[in-house]
């Protein structure tokens, strides 16, 4: 069990570019989650993946974000034409679905910290 | 609609004092209701969880949580504070068991002084 991973850590970009994110669940968990957090805040619900089908959306979620998870496996949320309020942490998390007490807890990535200029 | 209220963003206290982080919660369905810490730079890392067993509930790193329906509240509490102890700490609800979005609030930064 290595965690959920995410690259990059840190991303840079000047306003109006598009940027790419990518979050590898825990092997076996079959739900992926993204969330973002701005400073001082908890983490907001952007959209979530049963395998691959994406079961929910945010209305946080605007036109400019896409997600995608092709394989049930890793996935990517892009952000299109960047602006600076997408400046924030991008959190993944994933879990194992199922009913019981070991089943549905989210396990966090570190982040990919955004920085729009 | 879920939601929770920390009260406080920041607590102070000494090393070896008690710990208590306020959590209320609003839900319109019985909650299921969560604790997690954050250390800077890294992910959350889940403390403890009530899913409707036990109302009192124990976590990692020695804190627990007790769960009141008629104070609506799931108050974070240990003993006793250590430095390592120092951390942002979230409350979160979700509606179900079946694991949907978790709804966040805002975080309370611990702080522990020597």
């Known amino acids: 069990d290595t965690g959920v991973s995410q690259d990059p850590r840190h991303k840079i970009t000047k306003r109006g570019q598009n940027v790419t994110f990518r979050c590898d669940p825990i092997?076996?968990?079959?739900?992926l989650y993204w969330y973002r957090q701005t400073l001082g805040q908890g983490p907001e619900f952007l959209t979530y993946?049963?395998?691959?089908?994406?079961?929910?959306k945010s209305r946080l979620l605007s036109d400019r974000f896409s997600a995608e998870r092709p394989k049930g496996s890793f996935s990517t949320l892009e952000i299109q034409r960047t602006e600076q309020g997408d400046s924030a942490m991008y959190l993944c998390?994933?879990?194992?679905f199922g009913l019981g007490p070991t089943y549905n807890e989210q396990f966090f990535g570190p982040g990919t910290r955004l920085t729009v200029l | 609609a879920q939601s929770v209220t920390q009260l406080g963003s920041h607590v102070s206290v000494s090393e070896g004092a008690l710990v208590l982080l306020r959590c209320n919660y609003s839900s319109s369905v019985p909650p299921y209701l969560f604790w997690y810490v954050q250390y800077p730079n890294q992910g959350l890392q889940l403390l403890l969880k009530?899913?409707?067993?036990?109302?009192l509930v124990k976590g990692i790193n020695g804190f627990e949580a007790e769960f009141k329906k008629s104070e609506t509240s799931f108050h974070l509490t240990k003993p006793s504070a250590h430095m390592s102890d120092a951390a942002e700490y979230f409350c979160a609800v979700t509606l179900n068991q079946a694991g949907t979005a978790l709804i966040f609030g805002k975080g309370t930064t611990l702080s522990v002084s020597s």
């Open positions: 993946f049963q395998n691959e089908a994406q079961l929910e």
């Open positions: 092997s076996e968990h079959n739900r």
């Open positions: 009530y899913t409707s067993a036990a109302t």
């Open positions: 998390a994933s879990s194992r």
